[in-house]
């Protein structure tokens, strides 16, 4: 019987709802996902039965168990506006909260349902209402790029610098999605453009990392700090050429961004870095993940940087804590002329990294002869194995056949020979 309704409730029948009620079956039964019928004719959009069910007295504040919403999340999701009103009318909790502690007004920021915010804010939803992660609807609005949603969320006086978790403000959510339009709305409603996270993270080191240069324009004609550093050390120019946002790191230069040692190594500017490590920079700092300026510059593959850093003294075989070496990341970059720079000033040719790998398993995987002859000229292991047992002559005979390829077997097999 119970299948029967359900299957009457998911098409919007009416009538058939009606008998299976007459019959006894309560208004209010739940699936085993704890969905009323209103619940289902709610996500099914079946408007006409959920005015039905309201108005035959379906219990308006019950949640389902998936995620707790109560009948209100669900209409406010699907933009039912009609129901929302229908629902408010007749008691249904406007600030009711599901599993995460979100209520019907986060959803319909969630969703950017703009007229479905005014309607809630207009019947007592609490505009200010945090979720389990502290996070308001505006945070929400900012999050999803709706900047109609925002509009009426600053109209009716939200909180422009309220606080998620870590300290996170909606103004460095829409700066971390590139929603300048939405920054500029939030500037001009009074948001405090220099707020920063539990990391020291501010708004203009979210734009920076996402690259959107509209939106890291608003918020330095907004009054940003333009050289403020995080709890890593990174400026917001640093945050821009680490994610390789060049175009941006380049413009917030000419706005007056200062380099420092790191941004000067991860934008290639050699005179920078050479002028920076006179002045007294530490050519070993570390980074995140134990990054060194080295390891930068490998990954990069910036040759002319790599001397400059070490003839100050970088330290050739330092490790992030992934364990990886400068000569790695440049290997792993593809970056086959760094890699030469690092070896022909003495990098170890046989330091181990993840997976017991030499820089000669990762060369012969990538077929590049040259690079290979020149780790076996200076004494690269032949012979040695991976975590796996392989050695580099295993893995390139694992390979397609190719006229590199078969230059790199016959020089392993040479070598083997020699030893």
């Not at 929603?179 to 979210?206: E, M, P, Q, Y």
């Not at 940003?224 to 175009?247: M, T, Y």
Request: charged letters at 20%; one cysteine or more.
């Amino acid at each position: 019987m119970d299948s029967d309704i359900w299957s009457a409730a998911k098409a919007g029948d009416i009538k058939g709802v009606t008998e299976w009620l007459q019959k006894g079956v309560d208004i209010n039964v739940q699936n085993d996902k704890g969905f009323t019928l209103l619940h289902g004719a709610l996500w099914c959009g079946r408007s006409d039965l959920a005015i039905y069910l309201i108005k035959a007295g379906a219990d308006l504040n019950l949640a389902e168990k998936i995620a707790g919403y109560s009948p209100l999340h669900v209409a406010a999701m699907k933009g039912m506006e009609s129901i929302v009103s229908a629902l408010i009318t007749k008691g249904a909790n406007v600030n009711a909260v599901d599993k995460d502690q979100g209520t019907p007004l986060h959803t319909a920021a969630w969703e950017s349902q703009a007229s479905i915010v005014a309607l809630l804010i207009s019947n007592g939803a609490d505009i200010n209402a945090k979720n389990k992660d502290g996070l308001t609807p505006l945070h929400v609005a900012a999050a999803r790029c709706c900047p109609e949603v925002v509009k009426v969320l600053l109209d009716k006086k939200a909180k422009v610098d309220s606080l998620a978790a870590h300290g996170v403000t909606p103004l460095m959510f829409a700066a971390n999605e590139g929603c300048h339009s939405i920054v500029r709305l939030l500037l001009k409603a009074g948001a405090n453009v220099n707020l920063s996270d539990s990391g020291s993270v501010t708004s203009l080191h979210a734009a920076a990392f996402s690259g959107d240069l509209s939106t890291v324009q608003a918020l330095i004609a907004g009054g940003a700090a333009i050289n403020v550093q995080d709890k890593l050390g990174r400026s917001p120019l640093a945050a821009a050429a680490l994610e390789g946002h060049k175009d941006v790191a380049k413009w917030m230069v000419s706005k007056g961004a200062e380099h420092d040692l790191l941004t000067a190594v991860l934008l290639g500017d050699v005179s920078a870095t050479s002028r920076l490590l006179a002045s007294g920079s530490n050519v070993n700092a570390t980074y995140e993940s134990k990054y060194t300026v080295l390891h930068y510059a490998a990954r990069e593959g910036y040759g002319d940087v790599i001397r400059r850093l070490l003839a100050a003294g970088a330290r050739l075989e330092a490790r992030t804590e992934f364990d990886d070496t400068p000569l790695f990341l440049a290997e792993l970059s593809g970056h086959w002329n760094a890699a030469r720079v690092l070896v022909d000033n003495g990098a170890n040719v046989n330091a181990r990294v993840s997976g017991g790998c030499t820089p000669l398993h990762y060369a012969v995987s990538d077929g590049d002869p040259e690079f290979v002859k020149l780790l076996l000229s200076k004494h690269a292991d032949v012979n040695a194995h991976d975590e796996d047992g392989e050695t580099p002559l295993d893995l390139a005979k694992r390979d397609k056949p190719s006229e590199s390829r078969s230059r790199i077997i016959k020089m392993l097999e040479e070598a083997m020979a020699r030893h």
